[in-house]
């Protein structure tokens, strides 16, 4: 018996969204052809394949979970489907499966087992952020989420802002979306003046709002990012990479 396929289906990063504006035509005919999916939230997932207009009524699709609870002995019943031959969709809460998302740990197994796995194109928060914030996209680290503790959060920001620094790379991070205020306050008070900031917030969404600063700058008003999805993205620029005007500027 040939083994099923895995495909990675991305979906939108917020509700209210013009599914055809966002996600390609492949994507959404293979989401709504697929009769098995793993989900990190089902409740979500059925949202969204209703919105595909699924060939197969969505009482009869079967979905199974895979979060941040999901142990590990648990994932070699989530490939049973795929080994007895059926293709899987994969879907994240948001976005692309697999990035900053617990569906790597079964694409992992999936490649252990031979099966073929398929990732489709659609928006990604990370990417999305740094192309629109002008930073340094030749090199890009990506850090998940900062400590929640004021103190270590704190260190962390230092720490991350010398390794862009010294490395010439530009560094992104997320937050829980409640802690999103206090995190851009800590940044604005920690960071240099000269370091660049983009606060990317409702990615894709109607309240789309993508800014590019330095601290300096931003000191003169926060943007309101208060319990709204937003991906951060810090650069410090290293003298010698500096426009001539801002160089200048600093050694005065």
């Not at 306050?185 to 409702?202: F, G, H, I, K, P």
């Not at 309101?224 to 801002?246: E, G, I, N, S, W």
Request: glycine share 6%; net charge neutral.
């Amino acid at each position: 018996m040939s083994l099923g396929t895995l495909y990675l289906i991305p979906t939108t990063l917020g509700e209210g969204c013009d599914l055809s504006a966002i996600l390609p035509e492949q994507a959404r005919r293979l989401a709504a052809s697929l009769r098995t999916f793993v989900t990190e939230h089902p409740k979500t997932a059925r949202q969204f394949l209703k919105q595909t207009g699924t060939a197969i009524a969505l009482q009869e699709i079967r979905m199974s979970t895979l979060d941040e609870h999901t142990r590990p002995d648990e994932l070699a019943s989530l490939l049973q489907p795929l080994l007895d031959g059926e293709d899987v969709g994969l879907l994240s809460e948001a976005g692309c499966p697999a990035v900053a998302d617990p569906g790597a740990t079964l694409v992992r197994l999936a490649h252990a087992r031979n099966i073929r796995v398929v990732p489709l194109v659609g928006p990604s928060s990370i990417l999305l952020a740094l192309m629109g914030s002008g930073l340094n996209g030749q090199s890009f680290a990506f850090l998940g989420y900062l400590p929640a503790e004021k103190s270590a959060r704190i260190n962390k920001i230092q720490e991350i802002e010398q390794h862009s620094l010294r490395l010439n790379q530009t560094q992104i991070f997320i937050e829980t979306p409640y802690r999103n205020q206090q995190l851009l306050q800590d940044l604005v008070a920690t960071c240099a003046s000269d370091t660049e900031l983009c606060v990317a917030t409702d990615l894709t969404l109607a309240s789309e709002d993508i800014r590019t600063k330095s601290i300096a700058e931003w000191k003169r008003k926060l943007p309101d990012c208060d319990k709204h999805p937003t991906v951060f993205v810090l650069y410090r620029r290293p003298v010698d990479k500096m426009p001539r005007q801002a160089t200048a500027r600093q050694r005065k």
